[in-house]
């Protein structure tokens, strides 16, 4: 059975801790490998090895540091095919998916490429007297970060491609069910020129996360995950005296005004309710028809598209989705559309039967169409991620806008209709961090920054873009003078610019 080994100091390193967790193949249900748990000690020594790269890496000048990332996007785009291959068989997500996984990473590396330009600071001449100011942006030192399984290439490279591009070393704790990905890109990394210790990762679970949240040398933490994971990481590294952000759970809606290109809708629905088996945070797992009419006809049209969806192993090129990540995630989706049965609402498909000849024992399962849900129930409410659509109505815009604002989650909304003035309005009002205007799923790209709202995001400092930069940077303000040849005495007041 395949050993997947920790990353630290430069090196592949066998676990020690004698706990370890399947990693499964979920097309087949084959346990693949096993994931080594880190003990305390393995993490400590991560943070050790990232703590002694620091001062010789945070000292490279960033175009320096801009070259290694230069050379890391070109070793990732090289190695694209195996990456997205590795991951699909660990997450199960099909390979064209796996692929976009990978890219979207990279395109996090791209931006990071930039680092020179992104860290010059601001500067002031002649702010008084023979006096300048100037501001700069320095590394934090220790950085880590925790990804949960849905991305593991993107959400790893959200912030270690920022994190070290700043001068920061960092240690990724990654997904216990499926780091294969990430502990190459660490290898990747080293490869592009990154020195040792710099880029570390270590598999485990929560005893390598209190380990981290507790060291006093990690300076700032980056979480994403489900929310209530996010919140405890939230508040112990908060008093633990770190900086922290700490993205949750969501449950986006897609607003469809009667206005709408209804073709249109339907296309994008099945692709953001169903893709990646519906394991996305910014998937769509509920529309919201305005009137009962557009309802009736949203339905109508949706019922054989979920009906002929084509569910398979991650290696076919004509499935729409592949396996859920794992039995266990599976039960917890099926037994959702149970909950959603009992709680009254309408399975206008049912995926729950679904199984693959020849793949009996992957994790698949149908998808799943649920029409008339309401704001009460427990399928509304909370999080499913799988690939179960609900249709929730509503009468008007102002009752549609309702839902997502006042939803617990914050983190994407759509709406989509051809009136300019009700997509403005709804884009300046909707309580929610990112908003999708006749786009299914709203991610803003490397350049600009990705976080929610509300119990979608703990902290208050996205990720990438300008955001992760100050994020993994403190701010030095410098007020200078240098003799003017006047002495003015001591002064004992505050100085001002009267
Ligand atoms: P998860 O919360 O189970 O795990 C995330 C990370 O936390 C993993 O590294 C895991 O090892 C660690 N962890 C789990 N339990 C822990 C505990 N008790 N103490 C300390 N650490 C613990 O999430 P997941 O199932 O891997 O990922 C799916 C979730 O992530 C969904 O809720 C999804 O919405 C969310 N997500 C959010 C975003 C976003 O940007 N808002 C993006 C992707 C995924």
């Given at each position: 059975?395949?050993?997947?080994?920790?990353?630290?100091?430069?090196?592949?390193?066998?676990?020690?801790?004698?706990?370890?967790?399947?990693?499964?193949?979920?097309?087949?249900?084959?346990?693949?490998?096993?994931?080594?748990?880190?003990?305390?000690?393995?993490?400590?020594?991560?943070?050790?090895?990232?703590?002694?790269?620091?001062?010789?890496?945070?000292?490279?000048?960033?175009?320096?540091?801009?070259?290694?990332?230069?050379?890391?996007?070109?070793?990732?785009?090289?190695?694209?095919?195996?990456?997205?291959?590795?991951?699909?068989?660990?997450?199960?997500?099909?390979?064209?998916?796996?692929?976009?996984?990978?890219?979207?990473?990279?395109?996090?590396?791209?931006?990071?490429?930039?680092?020179?330009?992104?860290?010059?600071?601001?500067?002031?001449?002649?702010?008084?007297?023979?006096?300048?100011?100037?501001?700069?942006?320095?590394?934090?030192?220790?950085?880590?970060?925790?990804?949960?399984?849905?991305?593991?290439?993107?959400?790893?490279?959200?912030?270690?491609?920022?994190?070290?591009?700043?001068?920061?070393?960092?240690?990724?704790?990654?997904?216990?069910?499926?780091?294969?990905?990430?502990?190459?890109?660490?290898?990747?990394?080293?490869?592009?020129?990154?020195?040792?210790?710099?880029?570390?990762?270590?598999?485990?679970?929560?005893?390598?996360?209190?380990?981290?949240?507790?060291?006093?040398?990690?300076?700032?933490?980056?979480?994403?995950?489900?929310?209530?994971?996010?919140?405890?990481?939230?508040?112990?590294?908060?008093?633990?005296?770190?900086?922290?952000?700490?993205?949750?759970?969501?449950?986006?809606?897609a607003i469809i005004m009667?206005?709408a290109d209804l073709d249109r809708v339907v296309d994008d629905l099945i692709?953001?309710?169903?893709?990646?088996?519906?394991?996305?945070?910014?998937?769509?797992?509920?529309a919201?028809p305005?009137?009962?009419?557009v309802?009736?006809e949203l339905?109508?049209r949706l019922?054989?598209?979920?009906?002929?969806?084509?569910?398979?192993?991650?290696?076919?090129?004509?499935?729409?989705?592949?396996?859920?990540?794992?039995?266990?995630?599976?039960?917890?989706?099926?037994?959702?559309?149970?909950?959603?049965?009992?709680?009254?609402?309408?399975?206008?498909?049912?995926?729950?039967?679904?199984?693959?000849?020849?793949?009996?024992?992957?994790?698949?399962?149908?998808?799943?169409?649920?029409?008339?849900?309401?704001?009460?129930?427990?399928?509304?409410?909370?999080?499913?991620?799988?690939?179960?659509?609900?249709?929730?109505?509503?009468?008007?815009?102002?009752?549609?806008?309702?839902?997502?604002?006042?939803?617990?989650?914050?983190?994407?909304?759509a709406?989509y209709t051809?009136?300019?003035?009700?997509?403005?309005?709804?884009?300046?009002?909707?309580?929610?961090?990112?908003?999708?205007?006749n786009?299914p799923?709203?991610?803003?790209?490397?350049?600009?920054?990705?976080?929610?709202?509300?119990?979608?995001?703990?902290?208050?400092?996205?990720?990438?873009?300008?955001?992760?930069?100050?994020?993994?940077?403190?701010?030095?303000?410098?007020?200078?003078?240098?003799?003017?040849?006047?002495?003015?005495?001591?002064?004992?007041?505050?100085?001002?610019?009267?």
């Open positions: 059975m395949r050993e997947i080994q920790h990353f630290i100091n430069g090196k592949l390193v066998a676990g020690t801790s004698g706990r370890t967790l399947d990693v499964y193949n979920p097309s087949t249900g084959e346990v693949q490998a096993k994931s080594p748990l880190a003990s305390a000690d393995e993490v400590r020594s991560a943070i050790d090895a990232a703590q002694k790269a620091f001062p010789a890496w945070s000292a490279v000048n960033p175009q320096r540091r801009a070259r290694v990332m230069f050379k890391f996007k070109d070793l990732l785009e090289q190695n694209m095919d195996d990456l997205a291959a590795l991951l699909s068989s660990e997450h199960g997500k099909v390979l064209a998916d796996a692929k976009g996984d990978v890219q979207r990473g990279l395109e996090v590396i791209e931006f990071a490429c930039g680092i020179p330009h992104l860290l010059k600071g601001e500067y002031t001449q002649g702010a008084g007297p023979g006096i300048d100011m100037y501001s700069m942006r320095q590394p934090l030192g220790v950085v880590a970060g925790i990804t949960p399984f849905n991305f593991p290439a993107m959400i790893p490279m959200w912030m270690f491609g920022v994190a070290v591009a700043c001068g920061n070393t960092f240690v990724c704790k990654p997904s216990e069910k499926d780091p294969s990905v990430p502990v190459r890109l660490a290898e990747l990394f080293m490869e592009a020129g990154g020195p040792e210790g710099v880029l570390n990762v270590v598999t485990g679970d929560k005893e390598a996360v209190d380990t981290i949240l507790t060291d006093p040398r990690v300076k700032a933490v980056s979480f994403v995950g489900s929310s209530a994971i996010a919140q405890y990481i939230y508040e112990t590294g908060a008093a633990n005296g770190k900086r922290v952000q700490a993205m949750g759970g969501a449950k986006n809606h009667p206005d692709g953001a309710g169903y893709g990646s088996a519906g394991e996305r945070c910014m998937a769509i797992p509920v919201v305005v009137t009962k009419a309802g009736d339905v109508k019922i054989p598209r979920v009906e002929e969806l084509r569910v398979g192993p991650s290696t076919d090129p004509d499935a729409d989705f592949g396996p859920m990540v794992t039995a266990e995630h599976r039960a917890k989706v099926l037994g959702y559309v149970d909950i959603g049965v009992k709680e009254g609402a309408d399975l206008v498909v049912d995926g729950r039967g679904f199984s693959l000849q020849g793949y009996e024992d992957g994790f698949y399962m149908g998808g799943c169409l649920f029409d008339n849900v309401t704001t009460k129930m427990d399928i509304y409410k909370e999080e499913i991620f799988g690939p179960v659509l609900s249709i929730a109505r509503a009468d008007d815009f102002e009752q549609a806008i309702a839902m997502p604002s006042t939803h617990q989650y914050g983190n994407g909304v709406i051809r009136d300019g003035d009700a997509a403005r309005e709804f884009a300046d009002r909707v309580n929610v961090g990112m908003v999708g205007i786009v799923i709203p991610v803003p790209l490397a350049y600009h920054t990705f976080g929610g709202w509300k119990r979608s995001a703990f902290g208050d400092t996205n990720q990438h873009g300008p955001e992760g930069v100050k994020f993994y940077t403190k701010l030095k303000t410098v007020t200078s003078r240098w003799p003017t040849g006047v002495r003015e005495g001591s002064s004992f007041v505050i100085p001002t610019m009267k």
